[in-house]
């Protein structure tokens, strides 16, 4: 509604963090049925046996079967190879590993912008834009950066907590420091 509004141009690229796959295979999905001439990048932040090409292929048929059985009027879309460039360069080689690039962004784009992200998703999916920019050097393409970072404050809620009740292996997560690259974020 808001490119249709004018408030927004259309996208040329939209950077998106990929783990799941379900936020970046409903965006690919909803940009192809408004008819967006968009290419969704979605950044890989997983190992890419749980976010890779096939399975995003296969998620974005069964979605959109579902669609079509639930709605007739929903067209069939089609993704073909140039839909789909899956932007893994900023992995880090295991999951919610932080990442120097990651994190150059999350300072970045918070001195910068006032903008807040996190090393796993969003710090990397903003050094994915980055370095897209960087190489290149196309000034009049119109980025979307989709920052999926939550910034709710949660203490309250969870101020009566006792970690402990936790499973064993998630206790170092409060006992001890596991991100390197944390410590000045």
């Known amino acids: ?83 789909l460039k899956i932007e893994d360069a900023f992995f880090g080689g295991e999951y919610a590993r932080f990442t120097r690039e990651g994190m150059a962004a999350v300072e970045l ?26 190489k290149s050097g196309s000034k009049d393409s119109v980025i979307l950066f989709w920052n999926t970072h939550n910034t709710q404050n949660f203490s309250e809620t969870i101020k009566d907590v006792d970690y402990h009740q936790l499973p064993r292996a998630f206790h170092r997560y409060f006992e001890e420091e596991v991100q390197e690259l944390d410590r000045d974020s």
């Open 1 to 83: 509604m808001q490119i249709a509004d004018g408030a927004i141009p259309e996208p040329d690229l939209l950077f998106i963090p990929m783990g799941s796959m379900g936020t970046a295979v409903g965006l690919m999905l909803g940009v192809k049925a408004a008819g967006l001439k968009t290419r969704v990048v979605p950044v890989r932040v997983v190992p890419a046996k749980i976010g890779g090409r096939e399975k995003f292929i296969h998620l974005f048929r069964k979605t959109e079967a579902l669609l079509c059985s639930n709605d007739l009027s929903f067209q069939k879309l089609e993704i073909t190879d140039n839909d």
């Open 109 to 134: 784009a918070a001195k910068t912008d006032g903008l807040h992200l996190e090393g796993t998703y969003s710090g990397k999916t903003m050094a994915a834009v980055i370095d897209h920019v960087k």
